[in-house]
């Protein structure tokens, strides 16, 4: 999905929190319509944090998705899918490493926000721990580093691997890029096998530094020290990642003596400055929380901490530890090192799939700056929704400049009494989301005025409807919805078309070449793009590029398909839901859709599809203007395939490379293993293909003698294999020739 449409998703179920404030509020019908919405959501936004280093919302309103996902839990235990974020830590992996295993799950944290959260985990924890007659109990305080999580691994003594997090239980193998890393030492005095977990940073002087590099190089500055972190780490060139001065800091073990205290084998910690006097009282530790000092100290600190962490520990154990994993889940741990016989807190409490009970994390506050609303513009969406967007001086924000916030509807403008000119609290809701949390009433001067409706679709002049809490364009040919349609069908969690941007589609849709979603096929048609090279930025090479990537999504799975169509209440899960049900039913043809789908009593039996998508799918597929666009794309070759099958045509094939490339090789080799191809290092019996560019070695001869398939013209190599580059990736040459999109 792209970030678009979850901004929006998510705006929604915020709305619907608004809305139902309590899950209770609840019945099972509602609950069950929503359920598998909050799974989504939090899963790509779990994406987006973990895998690409890039939220786009604050930790405190990710908290309260997951809180309220917990909730409908609780109150409807009937709908529990092992799919749930609350049951594990759901992500996926890129693919610019090799994959390796966690021997022990890595698991996130339970948040709190209050002295009531806190309070409320010590009694769980306590109960628990009394009743397995663990009464000697403590509490450690640690900070809670905002960088990437790593498992690190000794063994003798001797640094032999780093693994990223993933999804708690697969990550990437960075090792090489953590060699780089000064303040780990790659010996420690230790026999046997030592597993700790740490976290990589990045400092903000150097965030700083290294912004301004890339500023110059006309490069995006990094958001924040965590993105810059977790981007620098993934680096394919290990040099580069040496030069971005990372640091690890480690703070849990997880296999191997637990009695040990990491400062004194040399590895890099991070110390508070003070002593507790009552360890044992939650309160006192609940207090420290609020502590100005404390928290204006981590601030002043050259890295980046998002709240603190509290631990309940056995008596005798207050060092920076962390049980052997195996342990939480009642495994055999009589090889984990020396583990204390008698059961302590830590195995006793144990663990869910998502976090260990003996700890908890509390977050700091979001930040909040104020700022005065300037004018509010009125943006059109896909589905017609008119959405208010105010237009604030510009503020920082976590290295962020916001200058637009969404006003979402009128009836959150109206809940909040904002108006034009009004000074609002805006607080930091990611890189991409900001938030207007109230209006600073006493800063008014009698010059505001109030926000009003439009009259008329601001994109098109069209008429407008007022439904609920919503204003709608009702004109069908509006170009605004058009173009969001069309953005919407080639994103990433739809039929993922690269090479067509916001930029570019909004261009052929004011030029009158796309005025359909079922137009984006058309641009394969040679007077099409004898008519796109009239306009500027639009060359050969982008052409195509272009070709190329809408040819590759012809072979795309069906469920992509189901997700780009924008039928009402279809999102990705639930399309990849009903290409399965449609798979199981042998649909043959893109045209056996609506009849298959026209089948209440078989739709109804699929878990998460209730009532409304089924009523969504009905005015969906009623609609003569869809039931074309099923047909031309049915004309152009689309066939409703499967996930498997899809793979099964990429996989097994592999490549080579010799020569240079308009980029670099790095970049070049991890674009095709995205698109499921294998990479050799030399050519062999078993290599499909070979990519020759400039200048190439010995490694073209061989290849020809081996009798492979020979590309060696970058057009028809971008063509071919449907690639697609960032302006960062490509020589200025490239970007000049392509096109700016």
């Not at 998510?10 to 209770?24: D, S, V």
């Not at 903000?204 to 530094?209: P, V």
């Not at 889940?329 to 302590?344: I, N, R, Y």
């Not at 689309?638 to 970049?667: A, N, Q, Y």
């Amino acid at each position: 999905m792209g970030s678009s449409q979850l901004s929006q998703d998510t705006l929604n179920l915020q709305k619907f929190m608004a809305e139902y404030p309590h899950a209770q509020e609840l019945n099972l019908e509602q609950a069950r319509a929503k359920y598998q919405e909050f799974i989504d959501v939090i899963s790509d936004h779990n994406h987006l944090y973990y895998i690409d280093a890039k939220p786009i919302i604050s930790d405190v309103e990710y908290d309260q998705l997951f809180s309220y996902l917990k909730q409908i839990e609780e109150y409807f235990p009937q709908l529990i899918s092992s799919n749930s974020p609350t049951q594990a830590l759901i992500g996926q992996l890129s693919e610019g490493f090799k994959k390796a295993e966690h021997r022990f799950p890595l698991l996130s944290l339970e948040n709190s926000y209050s002295l009531a959260d806190i309070k409320a985990w010590a009694q769980r924890g306590i109960k628990i721990a009394e009743k397995a007659g663990c009464k000697n109990r403590k509490y450690l305080l640690e900070p809670k580093f905002d960088g990437l999580s790593v498992e690190i691994v000794y063994q003798n003594g001797e640094f032999v691997q780093a693994i990223t997090r993933g999804d708690g239980k697969i990550g990437e193998d960075i090792t090489q890029n953590v060699k780089t890393i000064r303040n780990l030492p790659k010996q420690i005095p230790y026999s046997g096998v030592l597993r700790v977990r740490g976290e990589i940073m990045m400092g903000k002087k150097q965030l700083s530094e290294l912004n301004q590099q890339r500023e110059k190089s006309g490069l995006s500055p990094f958001a924040n020290t965590r993105n810059a972190a977790a981007g620098s780490i993934k680096l394919l060139d290990s040099a580069e990642v040496a030069r971005r001065n990372l640091v690890c800091f480690v703070y849990d073990i997880l296999e191997g003596d637990q009695h040990l205290i990491l400062k004194e084998l040399g590895l890099p910690v991070f110390e508070l400055p003070f002593r507790v006097n009552d360890p044992q009282n939650i309160d006192e530790i609940g207090a420290l929380t609020q502590d100005f000092q404390l928290k204006q100290y981590l601030d002043e600190q050259d890295y980046d901490f998002d709240g603190l962490v509290i631990k309940m520990t056995d008596e005798e154990q207050v060092y920076r530890e962390q049980t052997s994993e195996m342990s939480l889940f009642g495994s055999d741990f009589s090889d984990a090192g020396k583990v204390a016989s008698q059961l302590g807190i830590r195995e006793v409490l144990g663990a869910t799939e998502h976090h260990p009970r003996r700890a908890i994390a509390y977050k700091f506050p979001a930040q909040q700056v104020a700022s005065q609303i300037q004018s509010v513009d009125f943006q059109v969406g896909r589905t017609g929704i008119i959405t208010p967007v105010a237009n604030i001086q510009p503020v920082q924000l976590s290295g962020v400049q916001i200058s637009r916030v969404s006003l979402h509807n009128f009836d959150f403008i109206q809940n909040k009494q904002i108006k034009k000119g009004d000074f609002v609290w805006v607080q930091r809701s990611g890189e991409v989301i900001p938030y207007i949390v109230g209006v600073i009433k006493e800063r008014r001067d009698g010059t505001e005025d109030f926000i009003r409706p439009p009259l008329f679709c601001p994109a098109c002049n069209g008429p407008i409807s007022n439904i609920d809490i919503h204003y709608y364009c009702t004109n069908p040919a509006c170009p605004a919805q058009i173009k969001e349609k069309i953005v919407h069908f080639v994103s990433r969690d739809a039929m993922d078309i690269g090479g067509i941007g916001d930029s570019m589609v909004e261009v052929l849709v004011q030029q009158g070449i796309l005025r359909s979603v079922s137009d984006i096929y058309a641009l394969e048609k040679i007077e099409n793009q004898i008519l796109l090279r009239k306009f500027p930025n639009f060359g050969e090479k982008k052409i195509a590029e272009l070709a190329g990537q809408l040819e590759l999504s012809k072979r795309k799975p069906l469920w992509r398909l189901l997700n780009a169509l924008g039928i009402p209440n279809v999102g990705k899960k639930i399309a990849q839901d009903l290409a399965e049900y449609l798979l199981s039913k042998k649909v043959q043809r893109l045209s056996d859709i609506p009849n298959i789908l026209g089948d209440k009593e078989g739709l109804s039996e699929l878990y998460g599809v209730g009532g409304k998508i089924i009523e969504g799918l009905q005015l969906y597929f009623s609609n003569p203007e869809n039931l074309k666009v099923l047909s031309i794309f049915e004309s152009v070759g689309i066939k409703p395939i499967s996930e498997e099958k899809v793979m099964e045509s990429m996989g097994g094939s592999h490549f080579s490379l010799t020569g240079s490339f308009p980029m670099s090789r790095g970049v070049l080799i991890k674009h095709l293993q995205d698109k499921g191809y294998q990479y050799d290092e030399n050519p062999l019996q078993t290599t499909n293909f070979m990519l020759i560019g400039e200048k190439p070695g010995s490694k073209a001869e061989k290849a020809k003698k081996l009798g492979l398939e020979i590309f060696d013209r970058w057009e028809e190599i971008v063509s071919k294999f449907g690639l697609e580059f960032s302006e960062s990736q490509q020589p200025k040459k490239v970007i000049q020739q392509g096109g700016l999109f």
